[in-house]
């Protein structure tokens, strides 16, 4: 489950020229936007070029069990290792997971 970081900044784009066109507005009008993403889904952009990496990892996705099952393996099944650290279990659902995966999948992330 992926979404297209750049459609999503095309139709934020479009959104804005038509408020302001209904309005009589002018774009420096406008102080600013709120997107709301589903929280935990993820994306990494490039700081240089401003552009991301890859689409962006939907909450729901499943890619990062096999990350998962290696985490609960290495504590012994124990998926709450590290509640106490950062009140979360180890779940396919949290951004962590989907950065180690972004990380070791996508060329020129690491760099």
């Known amino acids: 489950m992926e979404h297209d970081p750049e459609e999503i900044f095309k139709n934020v784009c479009e959104c804005i ?3 302001c066109d209904r309005n009589g507005l ?3 009008k406008i102080k600013a936007i709120g ?5 935990e889904t993820t994306i990494a952009f490039d700081r240089k070029t401003g552009k991301s990496f890859n689409n962006a990892i939907v909450w729901l996705d ?9 985490m609960k393996k290495k504590n012994g099944g124990n ?8 009140g979360l ?17 996508v060329t ?4």
Do not use: H
């Not at 499943?62 to 290696?70: A, C, M, N």
């Not at 020129?108 to 760099?111: P, V």
């Open 17 to 19: 020229k038509a408020l």
């Open 89 to 105: 279990p180890i779940n396919t659902y949290f951004s962590v997971q989907k950065m180690k995966w972004l990380l070791n999948n």
């Open 62 to 70: 499943q890619r990062t069990s096999g990350i998962v099952e290696e």
């Open 108 to 111: 020129g992330l690491k760099d």
């Open 35 to 39: 997107i709301t993403n589903q929280r």
């Open 26 to 28: 002018t774009a420096d």
């Open 79 to 86: 998926v709450d290792c590290y509640r106490e650290i950062c």
